[in-house]
């Protein structure tokens, strides 16, 4: 039987991020840069002022107040901005691991709940298959195979590919998945049991970065599978992409919560 969560508090209980007041943003400001922001994501621009004044909260690091926001506007928007809030904040801020697991819960079942109702809404894809891969490698990657999470995972990063070749955050999630299971049962097992290839896991990465070549959290993933797959022999390549990734100018939040991840992995 799985372990009974912690209720996670309401947003406005939620822990601040460092960088939280560093990034000012404003509806207009989300506007002229939404491509630079959404890159790695593509997701349409906010079709209302009062959308586009909730993103600014996000990217502004805000993200209790951008979860409150969206969900009050509602509707496809404000829940695509609430799941996101949601999910960056439960990965990168919440400290109480219960709380996160019980967060990235939540965000899954309503991602889910929000694709079903519309097969077309890839960014409800994403976030589901988001939180139910970063749920599995908090409480396990191998327990989540023998749950049966890694095909399920596996099926439904390949559909957002499919729907949306260009979601470069796509194909890291996938190439670190292919990464993370050969690194767990095994170059072999995986092949036959899970259809997983580290060539592939390779390929999804360099594809990714050729859509997306600004992405710290691309690269910072991409030197974790090489670790994976490789240990010692790729040591070299995994220290040119965490300095890489560091290198990285940050635009807004989010970036900035990146980066900090790849000066931490820099000075284990």
């Not at 070749?165 to 050969?182: K, M, N, W």
């Given at each position: 039987?799985?372990?009974?969560?912690?209720?996670?508090?309401?947003?406005?209980?939620?822990?601040?991020?460092?960088?939280?007041?560093?990034?000012?943003?404003?509806?207009?400001?989300?506007?002229?840069?939404?491509?630079?922001?959404?890159?790695?994501?593509?997701?349409?621009?906010?079709?209302?002022?009062?959308?586009?004044?909730?993103?600014?909260?996000?990217?502004?690091?805000?993200?209790?107040?951008?979860?409150?926001?969206?969900?009050?506007?509602?509707?496809?928007?404000?829940?695509?901005?609430?799941?996101?809030?949601?999910?960056?904040?439960?990965?990168?801020?919440?400290p109480d691991d219960e709380r996160r697991l019980a967060l990235l819960r939540?965000?899954?079942?309503?991602?889910?709940?929000?694709?079903?109702?519309?097969?077309?809404?890839?960014?409800?894809?994403?976030?589901?298959?988001?939180?139910?891969g970063r749920h599995a490698q908090a409480v396990s990657v191998a327990r989540?195979?023998?749950?049966?999470?890694?095909?399920?995972?596996?099926?439904?990063?390949?559909?957002?590919?499919?729907?949306?070749?260009?979601?470069?955050?796509?194909?890291?999630?996938?190439?670190?998945?292919?990464?993370?299971?050969?690194?767990?049962?095994?170059?072999?097992?995986?092949?036959?049991?899970?259809?997983?290839?580290?060539?592939?896991?390779?390929?999804?990465?360099?594809?990714?970065?050729?859509?997306?070549?600004?992405?710290?959290?691309?690269r910072v993933e991409y030197a974790r599978a090489l670790i994976a797959l490789?240990?010692?022999?790729?040591?070299?390549?995994?220290?040119?992409?965490?300095?890489?990734?560091?290198?990285?100018?940050?635009?807004?939040?989010?970036?900035?919560?990146?980066?900090?991840?790849?000066?931490?992995?820099?000075?284990?």
């Amino acid at each position: 039987m799985p372990p009974v969560l912690r209720t996670p508090p309401p947003p406005e209980h939620w822990a601040a991020p460092d960088c939280l007041g560093r990034f000012p943003f404003d509806a207009a400001r989300v506007r002229a840069d939404w491509d630079q922001l959404h890159a790695g994501q593509p997701l349409p621009l906010p079709e209302t002022d009062e959308l586009a004044t909730a993103w600014a909260l996000y990217h502004a690091g805000d993200f209790a107040a951008a979860a409150q926001a969206g969900h009050r506007i509602g509707g496809a928007g404000g829940a695509a901005l609430a799941d996101q809030a949601t999910a960056i904040y439960a990965n990168y801020v919440e400290p109480d691991d219960e709380r996160r697991l019980a967060l990235l819960r939540q965000v899954g079942e309503r991602a889910l709940t929000r694709h079903a109702t519309d097969p077309g809404d890839v960014h409800a894809l994403y976030w589901h298959a988001y939180a139910l891969g970063r749920h599995a490698q908090a409480v396990s990657v191998a327990r989540a195979l023998a749950q049966g999470l890694g095909g399920r995972l596996k099926d439904t990063l390949e559909q957002i590919i499919e729907q949306q070749p260009s979601h470069a955050d796509a194909h890291f999630a996938l190439g670190a998945f292919h990464a993370e299971v050969i690194d767990k049962v095994g170059e072999l097992v995986a092949r036959m049991t899970y259809g997983v290839r580290a060539e592939r896991a390779i390929e999804l990465f360099e594809r990714g970065l050729a859509l997306h070549p600004d992405s710290a959290t691309g690269r910072v993933e991409y030197a974790r599978a090489l670790i994976a797959l490789r240990g010692d022999a790729a040591a070299a390549q995994v220290q040119q992409l965490y300095e890489a990734a560091a290198a990285i100018e940050p635009v807004d939040a989010r970036q900035c919560l990146d980066r900090e991840v790849a000066l931490a992995c820099m000075a284990d």
